[in-house]
């Protein structure tokens, strides 16, 4: 009600006034509530105004055509579908009629699922057939030997039958293999490889291939070929049931070393009839028709037993077909399919996890609705609620940094003087009692009129005559020589029995620290100790008064007496800091309480207008339609690889392809970077009157940055910057408007309606040239951030590690520059809401502002932020809490904690917008005050 408002706004002003005037060169804040005028007469924000930076709004307008040019041109030729297509093994795109350098058509296409690479699978299997002492012995033995004398060591050092420079032991093949069981083995191996025995005799451990299928398993993408099929169910069984299946014959790539010597053993007359038998008969598999799959029958054969699933996004994800499943138990067979799929986690569980969310969180969009409703409210309340309790806030969170300080000084003391074997709570806690006796009893001999003497104690401490009353822990000591219902050993230790131990004092037993033995006791304390009354410690050792950090006896926990050194000294920096810090609130007491008041009147503006908070949000829906719209344009530009980009010849091997981890590769020596593949049909060059296979290949990445998309993102940082910068400017004039209404005209809906229409008029009526200047400026740096990064991923992937981290230094710089540039046009347009001047002027009257207040800006800049984090703990924490509460009232069944993420996220943006408002508040009245 009024009477409370004004009797509020009262006590803020007195105690503005008291915290001002203790400055003799500050004048006293005009009374909050009145009409507070200028030298010219007229409230600042009432004065007459004219339109500031016009030329930047015709620049903004020649940026938009631009933008508006460059984007019809990327929808012509663009084709955003590329960014999120299902790609194949050569990168190609499911469902798309035409591809790079003449790659398939894969109209109709839609499924990315994956077939049996069979050169990966099959090559183990030749290997041990060539490099078998059968084989050896044709290749090698004998006048009918196939290779001459000249090639033969080299067939021994390319199956490492023999050492050579290629090898480093023999290859773990399967076992050597003789004439008596090479055929029936290859039979037995390639009949399960190729599905001519039951499929479960191939996942089994028990089958020819043994535990071949764990290494398929553990190395999925190698054994599998990524292609784009009709649909999920083009399986082995599919096959079986086509028309028009193709087969195909294995053949061995030529850049293998081994290929020739297959070659050989399939053409030669001389090879045994059996061997030949085998090759012919054993490596020919069955391969789906082209209708279904539009590649090369090599890369169309299907893994047998191997089933898949639909997932969204077109994407498959593998499965174990049912004959298998009742051949080995679903457990095994589930745990199979999962270790498959698990090879596979990229983009098609991504998609699949996002469409379970989405459609969780579809469930419960009432409880949703319910949750933003609440948090909203509950921000509200938190504003009403920080006028009263700012102050206890502020000063609370300013001692606690202090208290952290001299904690952390504790804990590095704590750590250098840790004895071995101790932990780091107990060093500080026996600590901490030293400290509080040693206080205790020099407080006790000064109220006394006498002086504390030092205890020492010397060798084990049987002559010790000190008054130490505790246990290294604490424990408090019992009397000795008494029976005692709480430690029954007390009355053992008697003058009687230790005549020399000094148990008494003026004729009666006490409860001091002490070393009681005898000179024949064969085991005796190393030091004082006394008897406690504590359930589970009966006994503990004591040190003497003024001994903080005892002796470690079996040495420290950190061994190195350097470090124990360093960690003393940083010590002693923390409670120097802690010192500095200290005066530094005594000097500056009377600013933090000027800084506490200029918060409780923002605090006390958002509370009184709370339409205000619709500017913030405004501005999000707007961020949110405009980045939405960027990114659609965007995605036509991004997706116009040029055909030039990607290198389209072949390559001798993997790493001139993909490159090492010091050399770049020919296919990766660009960002963005595309990918490597193998190509079943090698490309043979003549190099120095030799054929060599050229099999590796390059794909084109999905994207691409050029100049274009370039014009493109800048136009998007300047809008998002404008964007910010209306907001600003909104709150800034609201702030000033409603910090000139008299109190009696303050509260109600039409006021807080009242100053964010006037401010939304100014903004855009007189200064949005201004705030679009001021934009700009934040966009460049922004900008050639970007391009640093660019060509920092350029670095990269060319290896060029001291360009790589110039760069990165480089982008830290203009990061630094740009948090300076965001404060000071923040500033900025504070004094152009208020005083209507132009960019230019207002950064000047702000930068001078501050500089000129540094100490008091600081102050109120710090304090500002510790409200910032608690009113986001407590926003985020309540929306959270309350939003849970909701979820289980309204929807018992649904899962937890995907709701309660977004809950959190719900009540993160919540506090985003009351304490964004709540700051720049802050920061307005803090430049009010200083006119």
Not at 463 to 480: A, E, F, L, P
């Amino acid at each position: 009600d009024l009477q409370a408002l004004q009797a509020l706004d009262s006590f803020l002003n007195r105690e503005v006034q008291h915290m001002a005037s203790q400055d003799e060169d500050e004048q006293p804040l005009s009374p909050i509530g009145s009409d507070k005028q200028t030298s010219s007469g007229k409230s600042p924000i009432a004065g007459d105004r004219g339109c500031t930076d016009v030329y930047c709004v015709v620049v903004y307008g020649v940026a938009w055509v631009a933008f508006i040019v460059v984007t019809l041109a990327g929808v012509q030729d663009g084709n955003p579908h590329k960014l999120y297509l299902p790609r194949d093994y050569s990168g190609a795109y499911c469902d798309a009629k035409t591809n790079w350098n003449n790659g398939p058509d894969l109209d109709g296409f839609k499924k990315l699922s994956y077939t049996m690479n069979v050169t990966a699978t099959t090559d183990l299997i030749v290997k041990q057939f060539l490099c078998s002492s059968a084989v050896r012995d044709v290749m090698t033995t004998g006048a009918t030997a196939l290779l001459p004398a000249s090639e033969q060591s080299a067939y021994l050092c390319d199956c490492c039958l023999s050492p050579c420079a290629k090898c480093i032991g023999s290859f773990k093949s399967g076992g050597d293999l003789s004439s008596a069981n090479l055929q029936s083995t290859m039979t037995g191996k390639m009949s399960e490889l190729n599905g001519q025995s039951s499929p479960a005799n191939f996942f089994s451990g028990s089958g020819s291939n043994g535990n071949f299928f764990s290494s398929v398993l553990n190395d999925a993408t190698k054994y599998f070929n990524k292609v784009c099929l009709p649909d999920c169910n083009t399986d082995f069984s599919k096959m079986n049931s086509s028309s028009g299946r193709r087969s195909y014959v294995y053949a061995m790539s030529p850049d293998n070393p081994l290929s020739r010597y297959w070659d050989l053993l399939k053409t030669s007359s001389t090879t045994p009839t059996y061997m030949k038998e085998t090759i012919n008969s054993q490596f020919t598999f069955a391969s789906l028709p082209s209708s279904l799959c539009p590649y090369n029958e090599s890369k169309c054969v299907p893994m047998p037993g191997i089933t898949f699933e639909e997932q969204p996004g077109g994407y498959c994800s593998v499965a174990i077909s049912s004959s298998v499943t009742d051949a080995l138990g679903s457990s095994a067979t589930a745990a199979f399919g999962g270790i498959v799929n698990q090879a596979f986690t990229n983009e098609s569980n991504a998609v699949a996890g996002f469409g379970e969310a989405a459609g969780e969180l579809a469930r419960i969009i009432d409880t949703i609705a319910l949750v933003c409703i609440i948090s909203f409210i509950f921000g509200i309340v938190y504003m009403v609620l920080l006028r009263f309790f700012v102050g206890v806030c502020v000063w609370a969170a300013v001692f606690m940094i202090l208290f952290v300080l001299m904690l952390s000084g504790g804990a590095t003391w704590a750590r250098a003087h840790q004895c071995a074997g101790t932990s780091l709570f107990d060093t500080g806690k026996q600590a901490s009692v030293g400290v509080a006796v040693y206080a205790q009893a020099v407080g006790s001999a000064a109220m006394n009129g006498q002086q504390f003497k030092s205890e020492r104690v010397e060798g084990d401490g049987a002559n010790y005559t000190g008054i130490q009353q505790r246990t290294k822990s604490g424990y408090s000591c019992i009397t000795w020589g008494e029976a005692n219902t709480a430690n029954a050993q007390a009355a053992a230790y008697t003058t009687s029995a230790y005549p020399n131990s000094n148990l008494k004092t003026d004729g009666s037993y006490h409860n001091y620290c002490r070393n009681p033995y005898n000179a024949g006791d064969a085991y005796k304390a190393s030091t004082i100790w006394c008897l406690t009354a504590d359930y589970e410690v009966k006994w503990e050792e004591c040190s003497p008064i003024g001994v903080i950090a005892p002796e470690c006896r079996n040495g420290y926990e950190i061994s190195d007496e350097w470090l124990r050194e360093l960690l003393k000294v940083v010590t002693w920096i923390f409670w120097i800091l802690a010192l500095a810090y200290l005066i530094v609130i005594c000097c500056v007491c009377s600013r933090i309480r000027l800084a506490i008041a200029v918060n409780k009147v923002a605090a006390a503006f958002v509370a009184q207008s709370p339409l205000v908070t619709l500017v913030p949000i405004l501005q999000a829906i707007t961020a949110m339609c405009w980045i939405i719209l960027w990114c659609f344009c965007a995605a036509f530009l991004l997706s116009q690889v040029p055909e030039s980009y990607t290198p389209t010849v072949g390559y001798a091997t993997y790493a001139e392809a993909a490159g090492t981890n010091e050399t770049p590769g020919k296919c990766t020596d660009k960002w963005p970077t595309g990918s490597v593949w193998k190509d079943d049909n090698c490309t043979m060059v003549e190099v120095n009157g030799t054929i060599e296979p050229r099999c590796w290949k390059c794909a084109p990445p999905r994207y691409v940055f050029d100049t274009r998309f370039a014009c493109s993102f800048f136009m998007f940082l300047w809008n998002n910057q404008v964007n910010v910068a209306l907001g600003q400017c909104i709150v800034a004039g609201a702030v000033a408007a409603w910090f000139f209404t008299p109190n009696q005209d303050k509260g109600g809906l039409d006021m807080g309606r009242g100053v964010v229409k006037r401010s939304i008029w100014n903004v855009f009526r007189y200064h949005f040239g201004s705030l679009a200047v001021g934009a700009f400026v934040i966009a460049v740096v922004q900008f050639i951030r970007a391009v640093m990064y660019y060509f920092q991923k350029q670095a990269e992937a060319q290896k060029n590690k001291v360009a790589e981290i110039a760069l990165k230094i480089c982008q830290c710089c203009m990061w630094c520059l740009e948090k300076c540039l965001k404060f000071m046009t923040k500033n900025a347009y504070i004094q152009i809401a208020i005083k209507g001047t132009n960019f230019c002027t207002s950064a000047r009257a702000a930068f001078f502002i501050i500089l000129n207040n540094a100490i008091r800006f600081a102050t109120i800049i710090f304090l500002s932020g510790i409200i910032h984090w608690i009113g986001f703990l407590c926003i985020i924490s309540v929306t959270g809490g309350l939003g849970y509460l909701c979820l289980a009232a309204m929807h018992e069944e649904a899962k937890v904690v995907i709701p309660v993420i977004l809950f959190v996220i719900i009540g993160y943006f919540m506090s985003m917008i009351f304490m964004n408002v709540f700051g720049l508040a802050v920061d307005c009245v803090a430049v009010l005050y200083r006119m």
